[in-house]
């Protein structure tokens, strides 16, 4: 995902993707892990600004956009 879509996010929301996976793991693999309090914070205030960082990107991508990310993925396969 980071390969294909550096030019829409920044390095700030990679790190927050990041961050939101790893925890999402440690809560559904490792149960008996307490995940701390500081990080799910963390991802819960960064959460929203996401969520319309996104919803930017989406509204302003066209059909050219959306081709080269299909082509760049074919590049992976």
Known sequence: MKELLTG???KEDFK???KAFDLRNIAQYYVDKVIDTKESDFIMDK???FVNTSKDILSKI???DVERI???LGKFI
Do not use: D, G
């Open 16 to 18: 927050v993707i990041s």
């Open 70 to 72: 299909r082509n760049s």
């Open 47 to 49: 959460a929203p600004l």
């Open 62 to 64: 066209s059909e050219t």
């Open 8 to 10: 829409s996010y920044t």
